[in-house]
């Protein structure tokens, strides 16, 4: 993951290039809302450690912006607490759109049902602006398991009942929901072994100790086309782009696991409308640079166009799907 996190860190450089015509091409709503946002520096907050993909896109962010206000944009990595930290920051920040929060889907969607004392309403505190990006999950299967499909999965674990095991990155974990989803979709009994971290999780599922893996599809890729692992499918509705030459469960008949790794733009409660539209047409604008999303894609990654009250109304969506697993399978944090 690593490799691929080094990887992402060219769009930074590459923003920078791609981005020259921002400032002519972002149609403020108005004059007030543009002098307003231009007046002072902007401040993204990523709560998490310096190359990893929030801190990334968080500079993909930045350098946009500033191309367009002709502003200073500082990212400022705040990590601590699991994220909490930084999120601290923006949810205390003045509300005027100028101190933004770049935040991956656990943290909004299902820490507030997985963390006692989870210090924030995600409703009261944030206010959505958009999506960002994303990056499909799929279900691999170690090629000695030979299984070649989720048919053939679901018919050997019923077959097996409680007798095969998917590997996650950690107990409460996106991907460990993912395979909760799964068995409640599917009807079939899977043991789940949690590691720290998808890396010690992947290397296990290759060796063979673990059958079954819920991955991010940029970690699996490789190992797909190399015969190492088998692809049973996407977790989302349709296919990835990176490779569409791989089902997604929905189509194979499992349906309703729709499970992406995605990130996120925020800004404090009491920021005015007109300038959290402003600032997702700004940040769609950035990330639908053609040479931005080819660089997206080559790392599983694709751009997101969503208005503030649909990223709101998607993050309300997934938060309630994640609570209803957590509470019905009595899921605690580590």
């Given amino acids: 993951m690593m490799k691929l996190f080094r990887c992402l860190g060219g769009l930074v450089l590459l923003s920078g290039l791609v981005l020259q015509a921002s400032a002519q091409n972002s149609s ?46 500082v990212v400022e990595n705040l990590p601590g607490a699991q994220g909490n930290l ?47 990006a994303k990056a499909p999950n799929v279900l691999v299967a170690n090629a000695q398991l030979q299984v070649k499909n989720a048919k053939e999965l679901i018919d050997l674990a019923k077959a097996k009942p409680n007798t095969l095991s998917y590997a996650s990155p950690g107990i409460g974990s996106g991907l460990h929901l993912a395979g909760e989803l799964f068995k409640q979709q599917a009807g079939v009994d899977l043991l789940h072994v949690p590691y720290k971290g998808t890396a ?47 089902l997604s469960l929905q189509e194979q008949g499992v349906r309703g696991v729709v499970v992406t790794s995605w990130y996120g733009l925020l800004a404090s409660a009491g920021t005015p409308a007109e300038i959290t539209q402003q600032l997702a047409k700004d940040t769609q604008f950035i990330f639908t640079q053609p040479q931005i999303k080819e660089q997206l894609k080559a790392q599983g990654l694709s751009e997101v166009l969503q208005k503030p009250d649909e990223f709101a109304a998607y993050i309300a969506q997934e938060t309630a799907t994640w609570a209803k697993i957590i509470r019905a399978k009595h899921i605690e944090a580590e």
């Fill in 200 to 246: 010690p999780a992947l290397n296990d599922v290759l060796g063979g100790s673990v059958p079954l893996m819920f991955s991010n599809l940029p970690a699996a890729l490789p190992h797909i086309r190399s015969g190492k692992l088998v692809a049973i499918g996407i977790t989302d509705s349709v296919r990835s782009a990176v490779a569409p030459d791989l």
């Fill in 86 to 132: 930084g999120m601290d920051k923006v949810k205390r920040a003045k509300p005027d759109g100028h101190t933004l929060l770049v935040i991956p889907a656990g943290n909004l969607t299902i820490n507030p049902a997985l963390m006692k004392n989870f210090p924030f309403q995600i409703e009261r505190d944030f206010v959505p602006i958009t999506m960002i």
């Fill in 28 to 73: 403020p709503l108005s004059t007030a809302v543009e002098k307003g946002l231009a007046a002072e520096r902007f401040t993204i907050v990523a709560p998490f450690p310096a190359g990893g993909p929030v801190d990334v896109l968080s500079r993909v962010l930045a350098d946009g912006l500033q191309k367009v206000y002709s502003q200073t944009v």
